[in-house]
């Protein structure tokens, strides 16, 4: 997957899909909903 841009919703936020995509060295956008107030304050600040 080397050289590939992933996009996935927040099921790809699970810590083993985001892992395969990580070291696949995929570059990837993945999606923080605001039902996660602790981790969404931290990433908007």
């Known amino acids: 997957m080397a050289g590939c841009i992933i996009t996935i919703d927040a099921m790809g936020t699970q810590t083993a899909i985001a ?6 060295k995929a570059d990837y956008v993945l999606v923080l909903k ?11 600040n």
């Open 19 to 24: 892992s395969q995509i990580f070291y696949a």
């Open 34 to 44: 605001g039902n996660h107030p602790t981790l969404y304050g931290q990433v908007k």
